[in-house]
C-alpha cells in the first residue's frame, strides 16, 4: 500500500461510517451533521485523488449549501431536537437486505473488473486553471444550459413555498404579498 | 493508486444511500439519502477522469456539473416538503399514501381527513 491508498482508505473510512450513522441515528439534526463530516472526508478523498477543485466545490456547495438547506427544512418542519423513535420504517430489514445485496454486487464488480488497475496520479491534474479552461472551451453549452436549469428551479422552489397564491384569486393580484 | 480502492468506497456509499432511502420515514432524511448516493457518484466520476487521463477533463467537469444538480434537486426537494408539511402537518412518507393504488377504507379516510385539511389552510 502507497501512502495515497492508506490516506484514501481512511478517508474512506470515515466517510462511509459517518454515511451509516447518517442513515442509522434517531436524531435529526445529528444526520444533518453526520453528514457534512461524511461530504468533509469526502472532499479529501477528492484532494487524494489530485481534484482539488472538485474538492473545493464540494466544501463550499455540499457542506456550505446544501447541508445548511437540509437544516432549514428540518427546522421549518418542527422536526423534535432530542431522540425521536418513529424515524424508521418497518420494512427496515428489507431495506438492509437490498442494500447488502447491492453493496455486494457493486463491490464485487468493482473488485473482479478492476483487480489489476492503476491510476497515474500527477498533480494539478483537477487544478482550477485546467478545469476552468475545459468548461468555458469545451463544455460551454452544457455549462449555460445548467445555469438555465439552475434558474428554472429556484423559481419554481420560490412558486412552490411562497403563499398566497390560491384558485380563488385573479391573476395579478397576488404579486404584492411574498 | 489502484483502481479498486475508490471505487470500493463509492459502491459502500451508494449502498448506505439505498439503505437510508429505504427504510427511513422522514422525508427530509430521503433527502439526504439522496444526496448520499450523488456523492458516490460523484466520487466514480472522479476516478475514472483520473484513470482515463481524459484530456477534457469530461469526468470532473461533469462532477461539477452534477453537484449544481443537487443543489437544485435539494432546493426544488425541501420546497415540496415544505408544502406537504404546510398542508397536512407532518412529512412521514409512509402516512403519504394519497397516490398509492388500494382504495379500502382506511385510505378513503385519510383522502377525506387530507381534503378537510387542505380546506382549512387557506
Known sequence: ???QEIVFTLLGVVAVGSGIMVVTTRRLVHAALWLVLSFGALAGGYVVLT????AWVQVLIYVGA????????IMLTRAPIGDSADLDS???WAAAAVAAA???VLVTVMVMGFRDERMPLRAGGGSAGELGASVFRTWVLPFEVLSVLLLASLVGAIVL???GIGPGRGPGSGEGDG | MHLAYPTVVAALLFSVG????LARRNAILVLMSVELMLNAVNLNLVTFDMWFRDRL?????LTLFTIVIAAAEVGLGLAIVLLVYRNREMVDVDRLRSLAESDDAAEAGEVGEVGEVEEAAP
Open chain 1, 161 to 163: 413555498s411562497r403563499t
Open chain 2, 57 to 61: 477533463h469530461g469526468g470532473q467537469v
Open chain 2, 18 to 21: 439505498v439503505y437510508g432511502v
Open chain 1, 90 to 92: 418497518g420494512n427496515r
Open chain 1, 66 to 73: 446544501v447541508v445548511v438547506l437540509l437544516l432549514f427544512g
Open chain 1, 102 to 104: 447491492t453493496a455486494a
Open chain 1, 1 to 3: 500500500m502507497s501512502g
Open chain 1, 51 to 54: 481534484a482539488e477543485f472538485v
